[in-house]
């Protein structure tokens, strides 16, 4: 074949297999067997095995996942992605409606009703057709680059097709909702369960979780879906409504819901309304709620938007699901930290579309309170990500065989008397070996967003630590072969794998490794902001509990509790033990060379596209320090809208001064 035949032949493939996966995955109507469809897709990847240069990144042979990233790169975008007010009521959608009206001098609205999808809200950007980049909608203005994860997404285009008697759009952003649909969320965690590892709480973590692998072949063995429902900006298309808007969308073969509905007024609203909620269970997705949208372009243009939030959209949500069953049974589970959490055990019951056996009952105290007995009905709701949990004791449905829950005085583990801490509403186990501490602490120290030892599931990590392989963290670097060999059910295959991973966990970076270590209240933004903060962990060896508290977002409490931490002995000798048997935690990048490198930056007014708290910490990557006050020093005063006093004296300095869009425009430059 000649060269330009290559090329005609990969182009006809794109077109075909292109067309194929659309019907497949956007309209449900398949219009070539599984089978075709592999021969073809072998077809192409054999060409461009064959043409390395002819490969296109938006080839459909690309879904599988490219080279694993470093770290995702930031995405600053000029229009900001919005996010919806809630309203939660007849009235107040009533009076959602009326100050629309009001603001357009118009007496009826025509309004588009959508679900509201509960996943993530993503970007994706086409030039001239093609898939170039997508990202998280983050705060809004700063989101992450996340396109070669949205690649593997099997319904999201690569390639856009021309809508009817038009061409494909030069430039186009979709804005959209990446999510599981619940059949496949259910799949994915009888995987992980069988696995040995941790369920997802829900579809919307399971999804966020997916999407922000650093590893795209990860996300690309994720069923992961997309629906696209708005455009932020866009060269060569034209309409006039948002309905016109979806068609469009639809036409350039993205994956628009069909189920949406145009109704008028606040009548019509609500019967869409009370027909979504009466549907909600049945859809093949999670929704928390109806989005309601101004249809006319027009109108939303003249309504605009108060800082993040549109005037001419709002999510009416659903209320929480809420159903009864009885509880069989109440046990005391002991947590990473040695909490004792008394769970429920539930008859088996849908909520929410989900199967829920289990509910926590949180404390001591909370149990006490809501006076749960073994053998009450009960309501149990799932709200948002929330574990599920009980409502409410169905009092009137007790019969008196109903039994009071002891709490144990020992841990159900080892034994070990429990005792209340000081101000403190959870009773926790004093043992100082026990084994359920281990187990859950190692759990944590290999989990994914801490060490990311892959291959440390729940039962494995019981077995290390019951074996007294894996006594303190520094052991899991101390593991060899031949001891791993010698736990039960685990082959050769397998312990080869865990030593790589554990290997591989060496290199990691210093956010990670704080969380890690499983301080009491250390979270991952807390791991974070102590990791910019100290940039080295032993300079935490000598934290004073008043520099602690400078760092953000920790409390006076927090930070004694750090403190105390990191000046036990035996805590600063796991930290050493860990960095000697090669442990490598990195600080977190400073952007070299960025744009405020050795700038002193002012930030004053209100900015309408980011907190003050974001902008400061761009500031701070690309290089340059945030002052509070302007004097002669400052190298430059950022003015949002209703800047005072600040702007003011800068003026009178000569201070440079800029508003928000330029300041916008220096964080693109990097
Ligand atoms: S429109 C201003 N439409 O809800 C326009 N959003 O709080 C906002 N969402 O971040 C986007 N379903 O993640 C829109 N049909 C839908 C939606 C939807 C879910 C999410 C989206 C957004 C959040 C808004």
Known sequence: MSASDVKRRIDELTEELTRAEH????????????AQYDVLMRELQALE??????????SPTQRVGGAPAEKFEKVVRKLPMLSLANVFSDEEFRDFDERVRKQLGVDEVTWVCEHKFDGLAVELIYESGRFVRGATRGDGTVGEDVTANLRTVRNIPLQLAAPEGGEVPRYLEVRGEVFIQKSDFAKLNQQREEAGEPPFVNPRNSAAGSLRQLDPRLTAARPLSFFAYEIGQQEGLTFETHSQKLELLEQLRLPVNPDHVVARGFDQVKAVYVDFLARRHELPYEVDGMVVKVDSEDFRRRL?????????????KFPPVEEETRVENIEVQVGRTGALTPVAHLAPVKVGGVTVTRATLHNEDELRRKDVRIGDWVFVRRAGDVIPEIVKVIETRRTGQERVFEFPTTCPVCNAPVARGEGEVVLRCTGKSCPAKGQANLRHFASRPA???????????AQLVSMGLVKTYADIYRLTLDQLLTVERLGEKSAQNLLEAIERSKHTTLRRFLYALGIRHVGEATAKALAEHFRDVRRL???TVDELTRVKDV????AQEIHDWFHNEANQRLVEDLLALGVDPKPPEEVQGGVFTGKTVVLTGTLSQMTREAAKE?????????SGSVSRKTDLVVAGEDAGSKLKKAQE???????EPAFLAMLQQG
């Not at 060490?451 to 990590?461: Q, R």
Request: no cysteine; charged share 30%.
């Open 23 to 34: 019907a497949y995955y956007v309209l449900d109507a398949p219009i070539m067997s599984d």
């Open 49 to 58: 095995e064959a043409h390395p240069e002819l490969r296109s990144p938006s």
């Open 304 to 316: 605009g938007q108060v800082s993040k939030t549109p005037r001419w959209a709002v999510a009416w």
């Open 451 to 461: 060490m990311d030892i892959d291959g440390m599931g729940e039962k494995l990590a």
């Open 541 to 543: 060896f000598t934290a």
């Open 555 to 558: 409390g006076p409490e927090m």
């Open 618 to 626: 761009e500031i701070e990557r690309r290089g340059g320090k945030v």
């Open 653 to 659: 300095l000569g201070v440079k001064v800029v508003d």
